[in-house]
């Protein structure tokens, strides 16, 4: 039942910006984690950020901090990465997630793969 969808992804100019969507299906935000990762061909998977309401926490990764930034909407049970002055090296395709541990798999980098994904969005930045 539970089932996340993303969309937004497209192909962008090097500073350019957009927006991802997760709309959440099958449980309230507010009760579990949802985060994003990506990957990017020829490239393991990397965790990108994680908001946690239980927490009150969020995460990113060092290579997107102060350019990415996580939200979430509960009335439409949606989260977004906000995603600014991106560089080619962010190319790649990016998976809405949900754990009920996320936040720790993301933060401690704890060898956990999440009980949930999404189909992935493909985001190209080139010039």
């Known amino acids: 039942q539970v089932q996340l969808v993303e969309s937004g992804g497209g192909l962008v100019q090097p500073g350019g910006s957009l927006r991802l969507s997760c709309v959440v299906s099958?449980?309230?935000?507010?009760?579990?984690?949802v985060g994003w990762f990506r990957q990017a061909p020829g490239k393991e998977r990397e965790a990108v950020s994680c908001?946690?309401?239980?927490?009150?926490?969020?995460y990113y990764a060092e290579s997107v901090k102060g350019r990415f930034t996580i939200s979430s909407d509960n009335a439409k049970n949606t989260v977004y990465l906000q995603m600014n002055s991106l560089k080619p090296e962010d190319t790649a395709v990016y998976y809405c997630?949900?754990?009920?541990?996320?936040?720790?798999?993301?933060?401690?980098?704890?060898?956990?793969?999440?009980?949930?994904w999404g189909q992935g969005t493909q985001v190209t930045v080139s010039s």
């Open positions: 997630a949900s754990d009920l541990h996320l936040y720790e798999i993301l933060s401690l980098s704890w060898g956990r793969s999440p009980d949930y």
């Open positions: 099958g449980f309230r935000l507010a009760n579990r984690p």
């Open positions: 908001i946690s309401r239980s927490a009150g926490s969020t």
